[in-house]
């Protein structure tokens, strides 16, 4: 099983980003998938989720109107956009595997099995 980030990089606040999650030896079609951050000197915290279908989607209030997630499971891949980044949004980018099947995703990190290695998205003011 391995989730592969990618996408992040150093984007001027008020700019944009496309992050991509993408899964191997699983099929995503039967896991909750979400995005958890890491800011410098800060614990991790959940970003968004989004349920095996697609039909189901949480974002934490910080980030709402602001970022979208979505998947496309031919592709075998979850995407997070970013838009109206702050300088509040830098972080370390991960994406995580929900441990077992709900009908809504979690966002509790301790139900989440296996996690990408991250993708760092820096914001400057």
């Known amino acids: 099983v391995q989730l592969q980030a990618s996408g992040g990089g150093l984007v001027q606040a008020g700019g944009s980003l496309l992050l991509s999650c993408e899964a191997s030896?699983?099929?995503?079609?039967?896991?909750?998938i979400a995005w958890f951050r890491q800011a410098p000197g800060k614990e991790r915290e959940f970003v968004s989720c989004?349920?095996?279908?697609?039909?189901?989607?949480v974002v934490v209030d910080s980030v709402k109107g602001r970022f979208t997630i979505s998947r496309d499971n031919a592709k075998n891949t979850v995407y997070l956009q970013l838009n109206s980044l702050k300088p509040e949004d830098t972080a370390v980018y991960y994406c995580?595997?929900?441990?077992?099947?709900?009908?809504?995703?979690?966002?509790?990190?301790?139900?989440?099995?296996?996690w990408g290695q991250g993708t760092l998205v820096t914001v400057s003011s």
């Open positions: 995580a595997r929900e441990r077992r099947f709900r009908p809504f995703c979690s966002n509790n990190s301790g139900h989440y099995d296996y």
């Open positions: 030896g699983f099929t995503p079609d039967y896991y909750n």
């Open positions: 989004i349920s095996s279908s697609g039909s189901a989607t």
